[in-house]
């Protein structure tokens, strides 16, 4: 281990240490009724996404993750571009 990960490691641990306090003083918020509501959602998501990680990124097409192929296609006129695609009536 280099000199610049142990201060990085020793960070991260001291960080765990305040897991359960962090853990809770977020579920107090999101339960507070009196706390605004942009509050309660932050903690809602906080929560959410360290006990089941950040949702997979969806397309259009409700599929997540895989490639996506994006056609460019360049033409002087709206119609030649229309005819280009095949979308001429």
Do not use: C, Y
């Not at 280099?2 to 020793?10: D, F, G, I, N, R």
């Not at 765990?16 to 339960?31: C, E, K, N, P, Q």
């Not at 949702?55 to 030649?80: D, H, I, Y």
């Amino acid at each position: 281990m280099s000199e610049s990960e142990a201060p990085a490691l020793a960070l991260e641990d001291l960080a765990r240490t305040h897991a359960v306090a962090a853990l809770a003083t977020l579920s107090g918020i999101m339960m507070d009724e009196t706390a605004a509501p942009a509050a309660r959602i932050s903690a809602a998501n906080a929560l959410l996404q360290w006990g089941f990680g950040r949702p997979a990124a969806r397309s259009r097409s409700g599929s997540a993750g895989g490639a996506q192929l994006v056609r460019l296609s360049w033409a002087e006129t709206k119609g030649e571009a229309d005819a280009e695609n095949g979308l001429t009536d």
